[in-house]
């Protein structure tokens, strides 16, 4: 491991010296190639599922898990879309000259050494790498091994081509030990790696927040709220909640727990009721939505549950005060809506609820780095330092100040 790690580190030196026309460049080589290779990447992912049929894992996480031609040309896409992004590195994000003349720059540099560990989603390779490179970082990637075979061969078309472009392999590698042992020592490597980044389950980020001892910025469950106020819209307020949950049901930023207004409870649950049977999602109400609707009972433990399955719970709360009363007791600080023609009830929800991303009427499926404009990203950070929300390649990027004199001494 240390060796490996001394080799990534080693690459560093490479990567923050490119230029931004030759980064960009191997990035759009890279797109070509994942689109020249989609065949050889899609009979790879085949293996992946059916070691994810053998094993019973779920529809949520096959479909996370799948790769098709679409989805592999959507990879390149993103890759294009992050080549285009302005350059991250060398901006002068301040500057000053203080009392004694001496003149003061804070620079955006790269990071260092970045370890990413994520599960299933296979795309998550190709976009990291990408992002990672374009901010003039090295990563270590580790994915599930639901996706082993997917991800290897997604890596091995980048390394391929950064050897082709007379760049080391190990400014993108995958974690050459990926047990639970190999993630214990990598999280442990504050000697050569500057930043982990876990994504997934709840399980995986407590574990890595518990026992890292390099920085961590963690992408946590996404446990997302809709709160349906009494002044909605009822068109809009159907038409956004059924986006936000039934869209794709087993991402991050899908809805988890719907929440209405009393004062429209009766009119909106057997709407929205109709319209949720014919998308076939399992329901379940507090008691007092299963006065209005026939549903399964919402117990405490549902409204703590990220499902990333197609079941919703419902709450029927008293106003804005209520709905931000639940969020707080169950939020996970990613995304939450307020679907709401009321000003004031709107500010009230942006200004109180604290998560990384707050909608006033749209979907939470918009968390995500691609519909911000960020090309990818390398996950939904919920901290609160140093970056939050959709991490892009400004967010992949530290600074230094650089301090120019002429013969100043301290006194």
Known sequence: MEEFLKRSCNATKVCATLNPHQKNQILQDIANELEDHVEIIINENKKDLEYATKNSLSSA???RLMLDEKRVLSMAKSIREIASLKEPIGRVLDGWVVDNGL?????SIPIGVIGIIYESRPNVTSDTAALCFKSGNVCVLKGGKEAEFSNKIIAKIIQDTLEKNSLPREIVSLLPDSSREGVSKLIKMDKYVDLIIPRGGEALI????????VAVVKHDKGLC????????????????????????VGICNALETLLVDAKIAKEILPLLKVEFDKKETELRGCEKTREIIETKEATDEDFKTEYLAN???????????????????????????IISENYTNVEKFLNEVDASCVYVNASTQFTDGGEFGFGAEVGISTNKLHAR?????????????????????RA
């Open 61 to 63: 996480m096959i479909d």
């Open 103 to 107: 003149k003061i720059e804070k620079v």
């Open 206 to 213: 407590k574990f890595v927040s518990q026992n890292a001892t």
């Open 225 to 248: 709220h809709t709160y349906i106020d009494a002044y909605a819209n009822i068109d809009k307020a159907i038409k956004i909640t059924l986006n936000a949950k039934t869209r794709r």
């Open 311 to 337: 079941i919703l719970s419902i709450k029927v709360v008293n106003g804005v005060d209520g709905a931000i009363d639940h969020i707080k007791k169950y939020g996970s600080n990613h995304s939450e809506a």
């Open 389 to 409: 929300g959709p991490m892009g390649i400004n967010d992949l990027t530290t600074y230094k100040y650089k301090i120019y004199g002429d013969a100043q001494i």
